[in-house]
């Protein structure tokens, strides 16, 4: 086995895992950590590919930065505030296994004509993958969805700081003031010149 087919089985487990515990895990901070998997997995196939800036740009933007915002969306909100109810939880969970498994089946079926089939892929030119390549891509093709993508990101931050602000206020307690004449409310004791309480015969 050559070190190329074991940096790619090792990726493929590493993005499947981390997806699996993405999806599964109930604490959302381990859902994080999951999807941290499953980047760095891609940033593999990245490498596998020959794509070093990619790989380097994944694991910049989306591992040091899009995690990093999750964990800070969850520590703003609250690993609770994620929680739903059961029967809530339970209806999504089928009704979204069910929708994967009919998109998987779809698919298998527009594949299924084709897969006698080999798309051989054009060699890859001398500057696949370099700075000035993709800088290309996104700054002429890509250019409206990269200006999507942030727009998404920072509406998903400011909504994140409204949501929490929010629960923050609703479930805060109203803590009552001591006012002076709440320091003359009740039994007055009578006291003598040292202060001590008289005894009452």
Do not use: W
């Amino acid at each position: 086995m050559s070190s190329g087919t074991f940096l790619f089985i090792f990726c493929s487990i590493a993005c499947i895992v981390g997806a699996l515990g993405t999806v599964v895990a109930r604490n959302p901070v381990r859902s994080a950590v999951g999807l941290l998997t499953t980047i760095v997995g891609i940033a593999g196939l990245f490498l596998k590919l020959s794509a070093q800036f990619l790989a380097a740009i994944q694991l910049i933007v989306y591992a040091g930065a899009v995690v990093v915002l999750f964990v800070f969306v969850l520590m703003l909100l609250g690993a609770d505030s994620a929680a739903v109810r059961e029967d809530r939880a339970r209806v999504a969970k089928i009704v979204s296994g069910v929708l994967l498994a009919l998109m998987a089946v779809g698919v298998m079926f527009v594949l299924a004509p084709s897969a006698d089939q080999v798309t051989r892929f054009e060699p890859a030119l001398p500057d696949h993958g370099t700075v000035e390549a993709v800088g290309k891509a996104i700054f002429t093709e890509g250019i409206v969805p990269f200006e999507i993508a942030t727009a998404l990101l920072i509406v998903a931050v400011v909504g994140a700081i409204g949501v929490g602000r929010g629960k923050q206020g609703a479930t805060r307690k109203k803590t009552r003031t001591m006012k002076p004449v709440d320091m003359f409310v009740g039994p007055l004791v009578p006291r003598d010149d040292s202060g001590r309480p008289k005894e009452v015969s």
